[in-house]
C-alpha cells in the first residue's frame, strides 16, 4: 500500500452537546476527547502527514494534541479554518501546505470509533477497483440525520444526498455516508473550486465533489465496508453516551 497523508476535520462547535463553550472534538468519552480516539487510530495507519483542521476555540485543540501527541507533531499539522463555512471550505484549506499530490484519507473528527482495518480495507478495496474518488459507507437500521448513498437500480453509486435536502424516496434509504473518502490531493482541490453553496445550510458541501469528479468521467465508488457503529458521529450528548457506550464493547 503506497503511502498516503490525513485529513481531520475538526474544526466544529459541538453547539448540542450540553457544553457549547467546548470545540466539539474536545468533548469526552469515557474520560478521553474524541479527537484522541481519532488520532489513535490515524497514527496507526501510518501516515505521511496528518493536516488537522482547526477552528472554533482551536487554541483548545491544540493545546490538548500539542500536550498529548507531542512525540508525534513531525506528522500532525494543524490547518486554520478561520470561518466555519462547511466541510469542503475546510478542506481547502489544506491546500497552500500540500507541497505535491499526495493520496488522502479524509476523516471526521467527531466520529471515535472507526477502527484502522476497516480503513485498511476501505484503501484496500480503492485500489482494487481502480477507482479516482472513494466513498466508506454503511447501512443503518435507522439512516436518520446521515446522507443518503443514492445508487441507479443497477447498483451504480450516483451521490449523497444530505437529509436536509433529501426527498421523501431518498430518506428511506439506509445506506449512509461515513463522511470518510479517499482521493488524490491533485483531484480533490481541483474538484473543490467548483463547489457552491446552493444549499439548505449555504455552506460549501464536501459531498459535492462527488458529482463534480463524476462529471469529469472519472470513476467514484461507494463502499460498503464498515458497521453502522464504526462510523457514527456525534452531533448530540445523547450520540455522545451511544458512542461511549461502543467504546467500552470494543
Do not use: W
Not at 58 to 81: M, P
Not at 97 to 126: M, N, S, W
Request: glycine share 6%; aromatic share 8%; with cysteine.
Amino acid at each position: 500500500m503506497s503511502q498516503f497523508s490525513i485529513i481531520i476535520l475538526a474544526a466544529g462547535k459541538g453547539t448540542r452537546m450540553n457544553n457549547p463553550e467546548t470545540p466539539k472534538v474536545l468533548a469526552q468519552a469515557n474520560g478521553k476527547p474524541l479527537i484522541g480516539y481519532v488520532l489513535d487510530t490515524a497514527l496507526q495507519l501510518n501516515p505521511k502527514r496528518i493536516y488537522l483542521i482547526v477552528g472554533y476555540k482551536k487554541e483548545l485543540v491544540i493545546d490538548y494534541v500539542s500536550g498529548e501527541y507531542r512525540n508525534q507533531l513531525g506528522t500532525i499539522k494543524f490547518i486554520h479554518q478561520d470561518e466555519q463555512l462547511g466541510t469542503g471550505h475546510a478542506v481547502k484549506q489544506v491546500e497552500p501546505f500540500v507541497e505535491q499530490p499526495t493520496d488522502v484519507v479524509i476523516l471526521a473528527g467527531d466520529a471515535p470509533v472507526i477502527k484502522p482495518k476497516t480503513l485498511q480495507k476501505f484503501i484496500a478495496e480503492h485500489t482494487a477497483a481502480s477507482a479516482e474518488l472513494s466513498v466508506l459507507s454503511a447501512t443503518a437500521a435507522n439512516p436518520t440525520g446521515y446522507g443518503r448513498i443514492v445508487r441507479s437500480p443497477d447498483g451504480e453509486f450516483i451521490r449523497i444526498r444530505e437529509e436536509k435536502d433529501a426527498s421523501q424516496q431518498e430518506k428511506a434509504i439506509n445506506e449512509i455516508n461515513s463522511g470518510i473518502y479517499f482521493l488524490n490531493t491533485g483531484l480533490l482541490f481541483a474538484a473543490l473550486e467548483n463547489v457552491k453553496q446552493n444549499n439548505a445550510q449555504k455552506e460549501y458541501y464536501l459531498t459535492d465533489i462527488i458529482e463534480i469528479i463524476k462529471q469529469q468521467g472519472k470513476k467514484v465508488v461507494a463502499i460498503n465496508c464498515a458497521s453502522f457503529e464504526e462510523i457514527q458521529g456525534v452531533n448530540t450528548f445523547e450520540q455522545l453516551q451511544e458512542v461511549e457506550k461502543i467504546l467500552r464493547s470494543n
